[in-house]
């Protein structure tokens, strides 16, 4: 069963269209509708490439990275999106505590609305 921020693995695709590598994906909403469609993100661990106002940085340190299920720090990329069915979903990771989550949502959403 799919829910709002696990972390799950996704062939992510690449943004010139090529093949995407299988990677963590963080769930952030389930899109309404009859369909099993998610808006997902990509998680790297090249937390260098983390844009400051929208991507969120997971340390090691952190109080919910061992839940996470990721294996070192990363970067919660909400720059880059996906809408997805859940059945190309591979697997669970782990879960992101619902304060990263709602925090993880509003930055995307102050992004969006932005003047």
């Not at 990329?77 to 990771?93: E, F, M, P």
């Amino acid at each position: 069963m799919i829910s709002e921020g696990q972390i799950v693995l996704f062939k992510f695709p690449q943004t010139d269209q090529k093949e995407g590598k299988r990677r963590p994906a963080l769930i952030l909403r389930e899109l309404p509708g009859k369909f099993n469609d998610w808006l997902v993100c990509m998680i790297s661990s090249k937390v260098d490439q983390q844009i400051l106002e929208l991507d969120e940085l997971i340390t090691s340190d952190a109080a919910d990275f061992l839940q996470t299920g990721l294996k070192a720090p990363s970067v919660i990329r909400t720059s880059r999106l996906a809408v997805v069915d859940g059945n190309i979903l591979l697997g669970k990771l782990g879960q992101i505590n619902t304060e990263r989550l709602n925090n993880i949502r509003q930055k995307l959403s102050k992004w969006i609305i932005k003047e």
